[in-house]
């Protein structure tokens, strides 16, 4: 299984929100906004903290992306 975060990223630039902004504002340290740039998995606290920042459900800023072969 596979996280997308593209969603986060067209939300921040439609917000005029810059990746730095949105690490201060959800207290995150560096390396947890490199797992999201990387579409790594992160903590659901990270997640909850995100959607509270920007007024959001989870759906609204990530994807989960089914492995291929667990097609077959």
């Known amino acids: 299984m596979t996280f997308s975060y ?3 990223w067209k939300l921040l630039i439609d917000r005029k929100m ?3 902004d949105l690490r201060k ?3 995150v340290a560096p390396n947890t906004m ?7 998995e992160v903590t ?3 997640l909850g903290k995100i959607c509270q920042v920007l007024g ?3 759906g609204d800023i990530v ?3 089914p492995d291929a072969s667990q097609g077959k």
Do not use: C, P, W, Y
Request: net charge neutral; aromatic share 0%; charged share 30%.
């Open 6 to 8: 593209n969603k986060l």
């Open 63 to 65: 994807d989960i992306v």
């Open 34 to 40: 490199t797992k999201l740039n990387r579409d790594e």
């Open 44 to 46: 659901m606290e990270t």
């Open 56 to 58: 959001v459900n989870i």
């Open 18 to 20: 810059s990746k730095a």
């Open 25 to 27: 504002a959800i207290g």
